[in-house]
């Protein structure tokens, strides 16, 4: 079973806006998707969509089988929300939010005390359990929010932003846990984003979105095979004699070279020591998802 299957789905708001234009795609339980694209490219009210919060205009989507339009209180069952700026309950404690949003859930009081310390410690969160919300950082109140939408063991988790106002080291853990999530446990992560940096090291596979569109899907490698012909082979030598007609110096004073496929390295690396350089650095330079989207967007 898909864990989400989109076909042809729109969304157009009162006013005639067109946040969500023809989306299809669909992908499995398991992995880490990176929903990519800037403010007001469609992300959310595509998250709205999937999770029923919103009627599509056209076009149906599936959410391990269930459609959310019709059953949402299923869907909502099956799936975790976390959202930029998390919202709960200043005046309780963090474990008494989270056995607060437990018992949304139908779960027990026993349970729901059981899990919130369990998902407390598995965010770093066990030492500020009993203070107040009011007193966390903005850092971890986003903790508590991945804390609070893990409470019902969802299978997918759909994280906006999950690690805003977070520190390198907390953002470091987050996406630790993600992968461990999709890893170890088959749950499947939906992660709205428009750092693509930060998806790049996270994510296993890309929708890149622009004005409501879908502009690519894939893969890196995917991607990157069918927007760029190579990469760039760049290296910190002297003493260069001989060298292939390709390598230019660059401005940090290494040479570079365009390179089809990494098999061509050594050939070039091999006629540069024959001609006595030395050799510091081989580097191969491959597109990033910056690259991907900046050359999609300019595409189009």
């Keep these: 079973m898909q864990a989400i299957d989109i076909e042809h789905l729109s969304k157009t708001y009162a006013g005639g806006q067109k946040a969500v234009r023809d989306l299809s795609f669909t992908f499995g339980e398991g992995e880490v998707f990176g929903f990519l694209g800037p403010n007001g490219a469609g992300k959310t009210t595509t998250v709205k969509l999937l999770t029923g919060m919103l009627t599509p205009t056209s076009g149906r989507c599936r959410i391990l089988g269930i459609d959310p339009a019709a059953q949402p209180e299923q869907v909502h069952a099956l799936c975790g929300v976390v ?3 998390a919202q709960m309950y200043d005046t309780l404690t963090g474990l008494e939010n989270l056995q607060f949003f437990a018992s949304l859930y139908g779960t027990g009081p026993e349970q729901s005390l059981a899990r ?10 066990e030492d500020a359990a009993d203070q107040k919300l009011a007193t966390y950082s903005s850092g971890m109140r986003q903790r508590l929010s991945l804390a609070r939408c893990l409470m019902h063991r969802p299978r997918i988790l759909f994280l906006d932003e999950p690690t805003a106002a977070l520190d390198p080291e907390s953002v470091q853990n987050v996406n630790q846990l993600i992968q461990n999530l999709a890893q170890s446990e088959g749950i499947t992560i939906f ?5 693509l940096r ?27 095979a069918r927007l760029f012909s190579h990469s760039t082979l760049r290296i910190r030598a002297s003493h260069i004699q001989e060298a292939p007609q390709a390598l230019k110096p660059d401005a940090d004073g290494c040479f570079t070279m365009p390179i089809a496929c990494e098999e061509k390295v050594p050939e070039v690396v091999r006629q540069l020591v024959q001609s006595g350089a030395h050799i510091y650095e081989v ?7 910056e690259d991907i989207y900046f050359s999609l967007t300019k595409e189009r």
């Excluded at 191969?284 to 998802?289: K, S």
């Design 283 to 289: 580097e191969i330079i491959r597109p990033t998802l």
């Design 83 to 85: 959202t930029e700026h």
């Design 116 to 125: 919130a310390r369990e998902v407390l410690q598995l965010l770093r969160l």
């Design 198 to 224: 930060y998806a790049q090291e996270i994510c296993t596979r890309y929708g890149l979105m622009s004005h409501g569109r879908l502009l690519a899907l894939g893969t890196l490698n995917e991607l990157r």
């Design 191 to 195: 992660l709205c984003t428009h750092q």
